[in-house]
Structure formats: C-alpha cells, structure tokens
Antibody
Framework: EVLLVESGGGLVQPGGSLRLSCAAS????????MSWVRQAPGKGLQCVAN????????YYADSVKGRFTISRDNTKNSLYLEMNSLRADDTAVYYC??????????????WGQGTLVTVSA | DVQMTQSPSSLSASVGDRVTITCRAG??????LNWYQQKAGEAPKLLIS???NFQSGVPSRFSGSASGTDFTLTISSLQPEDFATYYC?????????FGQGTKLEIK
C-alpha cells in the first residue's frame, strides 16, 4: 500500500523557517517525480514545487521561488520542503504527492494527509 | 504560469442529475489535463488524467473530454457521494497549475 506521511508543520512567526518532511512507503520513491501542493484555509490548490526522480530538476511556483527549497533523499524514502522567510500568505495545509508518469505529467495519484503550517505573530 | 479558468465556481444539483464542469486553459496544453475530487477535510483524489483517462476504481459515471484548450468533466448521474469540490490541473508546463475549483452542492 502506498503511503505518504507529512510532518513538520506548526506555528511559526513571519520571517521564520520550517522544514517539512514526507515519508514514503509502499513504492520505490526513486521512480517518481514528487510534488508539494498547498491549500490555504478555504481556498484552492496550488503546486508549490516538484522534483525529478534523481533530484536534478526542480520547479517552483513564483510565489515561493527563492524562499522554498524542495529536496529528496531516496535512500531514506523521504521528500522535504525547506521554507524560509515565511509570510502570512504561506499559511496553508501542505500536501506531499506522488506524480504519475515517467515525466510526472499525468497527475498526482497518491497524496498524504497534509500538514498545517500557520504563519502568525 | 498557465492560467486555468474553471466554471462554474459552484453548482447546485440533485441526485441523478447530469452535470458538466468546464476548464479552459490560457494556452495550449495538449491533453495534459487532470481532474481531482476533494471532499471536506480530505486530500484531493485523482479522477481523470490526460483529459479522458480515468483512474482505477473511479466510477464510469465520470468522464472527461477535450476540445482545443477547453476541457470538460461530466458526471452522468450524480450520486450522494459525488458532492464535493472538483479541480482541474494542467501538467504540461511547470509549475503545474490548478483551476479555482467547482463546489458541487446538493439542491
């Protein structure tokens, strides 16, 4: 059974940092593109970042470019999102998701349960 | 980023109704269009990928189609468990982008 379990969310002050982790099981992490997708309270979905199987290619939404870093450790079956210079509008549930297809372009077929990040003073 | 415009933003319908949700891409995305269903408090669920290919386990009342930059999700006969929010997503250009969502409510 494919499982994705996020952790690391919490309350952080504006300007602060947080590191999210996603533990993957039930499949070979190194064979999949992976994504972080967020959802602000009562709002829609936004792809924050995604990363190629070997970690050599990464893409970011403009709103997080330069502040967030996606990474992975296939030996530990883990995906990460390092978030710096956090702002109030980064408040959201952050989901880890597995992307289908060799190029990760056929949708995200498995999602974690999400971890809530709240940026507030 | 590629803009995805979904309509309507909300929809009231009854069990048994046929409903259609539309998504328009701001530029050509071939058929790299996916549909998700999200229920309150849950993660999204992938229903359809590549415009018309439905995921294993998705009921056959769901279908997707494409015409140029316009995409549709059709539910042929609404069931009580279908009341949820639906999102389209383009996966042709990075960063992938979602439509704003369509909330399907019980009339």
């Amino acid at each position: 059974e494919v499982l994705l379990v996020e952790s690391g969310g919490g309350l952080v002050q504006p300007g602060g940092s947080l590191r999210l982790s996603c533990a993957a099981s039930g499949f070979t992490l190194s064979s999949s593109w992976m994504s972080w997708v967020r959802q602000a309270p009562g709002k829609g979905l936004q792809c924050v970042a995604n990363i190629k199987q070997d970690g050599t290619v990464k893409y970011y939404a403009d709103s997080v470019k330069g502040r967030f870093t996606i990474s992975r450790d296939n030996t530990k079956n883990s995906l990460y999102l390092e978030m710096n210079s956090l702002r109030a509008d980064d408040t959201a549930v952050y989901y880890c998701a597995r992307d289908r297809g060799g190029s990760g372009d056929f949708g995200s077929d498995y999602w974690g349960q999400g971890t809530l990040v709240t940026v507030s003073a | 980023d590629v803009q995805m415009t979904q309509s309507p933003s909300s929809l009231s319908a009854s069990v048994g109704d046929r409903v259609t949700i539309t998504c328009r891409a701001g530029q050509s995305i071939s058929t790299y269009l996916n549909w998700y269903q999200q229920k309150a408090g849950e993660a999204p669920k992938l229903l359809i990928s590549a415009a018309s290919n439905f995921q294993s386990g998705v009921p056959s009342r769901f279908s997707g189609s494409a015409s140029g930059t316009d995409f549709t999700l059709t539910i042929s006969s609404l069931q009580p468990e279908d009341f949820a929010t639906y999102y389209c997503q383009q996966s042709y250009y990075n960063p992938y982008t979602f439509g704003q969502g369509t909330k399907l409510e019980i009339k």
